[in-house]
């Protein structure tokens, strides 16, 4: 909002208008903003460590004869689960900065302009992280009945999302079918 002329800001001891104090105020975020790209770096690295393991791993088991495809197939959903996990605090982190600090040129990518533009963003990831755990889930095996609640589980959660980005996030706009 404009400055209005005729209502001065009001003045605080030593020279400095509210106005200001409270702009600044902004600055508070950087201590949540830090913790979070913290803990993005360290998935991150973690991620690396669980996909050298898995690396290591697999070679070992194949080069003493084990070629079962779904030990391997898991740990390396796990590597991606990891990942993934990161790429949700960077998001968050980075577009925390974005909208409470100022741009960063090198997201120029990531187009959040607003919390609702980061949201739908952490929406999609958080829907694949969950398909990918339950991959995880149905590769291992198991007891087929407890499988099927948990996968009809999942479904009520991503449906849940999908219904949650469809009416909440879409920004009050109908698709345009001339756009196809």
Same mark, same amino acid.
């Given at each position: 909002m404009p400055h209005d002329p005729s209502h001065p800001a009001r003045e605080l001891p030593g020279g400095g208008s509210f106005a200001s104090l409270i702009g600044m105020s902004r600055f508070t975020v950087l201590i949540p903003i830090v913790a979070v790209l913290a803990t993005s770096v360290a998935l991150f690295t973690l991620a690396g460590v669980l996909a050298a393991v898995a690396t290591w791993d697999s070679a070992k088991a194949v080069l003493e004869g084990d070629i079962r495809t779904t030990n391997f197939v898991v740990k390396y959903l796990k590597v991606v689960s990891t990942?993934?996990?990161a790429v949700v605090?960077?998001?968050? @982190?980075t577009g925390l900065y974005v909208l409470f600090i @100022?741009?960063?040129?090198a997201l120029k990518a990531l187009k959040a302009e607003s919390l609702k533009d980061l949201e739908a963003k952490l929406v999609?990831?958080?829907?694949?992280?969950?398909?990918?755990?339950?991959?995880e889930r149905f590769v291992s095996g198991g007891d087929p009945d407890s499988l099927l609640r948990y996968g009809a589980g999942i479904a009520a959660v991503v449906f849940s999302l999908v219904a949650f980005q469809y009416f909440v996030l879409r920004d009050g706009k109908k698709a345009d079918p001339s756009a196809a």
């Open positions: 990942t993934l996990e605090f960077y998001l968050v @982190g @100022g741009p960063l040129p999609n990831v958080i829907i694949v992280i969950i398909v990918v755990h339950f991959m």
